[in-house]
């Protein structure tokens, strides 16, 4: 492409994520980056990272900054406005893992900084780039199924592992982890900004919490009412991580999306279990090389700081909603 350079320099701040262990793969692999290394403040956490994946480690992050042009931060949830202050200006670009921030005071101060150093900020939203999404889409915008008048939605989990269920390193719980993903598409999608929500919580599948692992989320999309089941509710056993699932329905018709079931189901003799392996397209990747092909071009990203905000939004209203027992306003 004429003009655009061929590889984009970029590192990766903190390994703390479960998603960091896709990103590597990626970051390492694909033409279109120059990996240049990870920096972790938890130095044993990182090495460890660093060697499985045969990649540099950088125990002084300035050392990283100096070489790279963009950043991807994939640190715990309440360390990411740290971390964009620590970038931020030092760098053309960052990708930060989703939630954006634990809250919408916080969100704003990072955009604000980011705004005033020159550098772009993006979240790292994948599900947009699902080819099933984007076929949801289409017909959504065709007009096929008519009005949409009601939307069902979840985004149910297994309880993830280590931080996440910290109330100090993540900010909450399931709703914390699991809403933004499905506010971000409906956004996206509809064009519309959410108005209201009502939340009903509970901490009952996984006693041992401090923070609730079930969440059951009324919303209003512009006038169309949506439900979203947000809750980590999958058993150990379950095959797979989750699912995100709609139900449109419209004045013309009803439209069913799985986006996760591209699944090939595996049984294992050895470890007397079932899983489903799935085979459809790498979203991170499609994530990650977009993100790099705008900055290398020095466009607008496609997925913006703003749009992290606006999930973080309906996040935080709706821990308000399940404090006070009713529904809020977001607006």
């Known amino acids: ?53 045969g990649v540099r480690f ?23 406005l740290e971390h964009v202050e620590m970038t931020a200006g030092k760098v053309k670009a960052i990708l930060c893992e989703k939630p954006i921030a634990v809250n919408v005071e916080t969100a704003e101060k ?3 900084i980011c705004a005033e150093r020159k550098t772009k900020i993006g979240t790292a939203f994948p599900v947009r780039y699902s080819p099933v999404v984007q076929s949801m889409r289409q017909v959504l915008e065709s007009g096929r199924i008519g009005n949409v008048l009601m939307i ?34 409906l956004r996206w999608i509809f064009k519309r900004e959410f108005e209201r929500v009502r939340a009903f919580v509970g901490d009952n599948i996984n006693e041992e919490l401090e923070v609730e692992d079930n969440a059951m989320l009324y919303l209003e999309l512009g006038d169309i009412p949506v439900t979203l089941d ?8 379950y095959p797979y991580w989750g699912d ?49 092909k705008r900055v290398l071009r020095d466009e607008e990203l496609f997925i913006t700081g703003e749009d992290g905000l606006e999930a973080t939004r309906v996040v935080e209203k709706a821990y308000e909603s399940a404090r006070l027992g009713k529904v809020v306003n977001l607006r």
Not at 230 to 237: A, F, G, M, T, Y
Not at 249 to 271: A, C, H, K, L, P
Request: hydrophobic residues 45%; glycine residues 8%; contains cysteine.
């Open 244 to 292: 995100v699932t709609f139900r449109f329905i419209g004045s013309e018709g009803v439209m069913e999306v799985d986006v996760f079931r591209q699944t090939m189901t595996r049984y294992d003799n050895m470890e007397r279990k079932i899983e489903w392996l799935y085979y459809g397209s790498n979203i991170d990747e499609a994530l990650l090389v977009d993100f790099a």
């Open 230 to 237: 947000c809750s980590w509710s999958k058993p150990k056993s």
């Open 58 to 80: 950088f125990k002084d992050l300035n050392e990283l900054l100096e070489e790279v042009e963009a950043v991807v931060i994939v640190s715990e949830n309440v360390k990411h």
């Open 110 to 112: 990072m955009l604000k």
């Open 1 to 53: 492409m004429m003009g655009m350079a061929e590889k984009l320099r970029i590192g990766m701040i903190s390994s703390a994520h479960v998603h960091a262990h896709s990103y590597v793969v990626v970051l390492r692999d694909n033409p279109i980056f120059e990996f240049i290394g990870v920096w972790d403040d938890d130095v044993e956490r990182g090495l460890e990272f660093s060697k499985n994946y």
């Open 152 to 185: 069902i939605s979840t985004n149910r989990g297994k309880v993830p592992p280590g931080w996440f269920t910290d109330p100090e390193l993540a900010g909450g719980g399931a709703m914390m982890d699991h809403i933004v993903h499905v506010v971000d598409l």
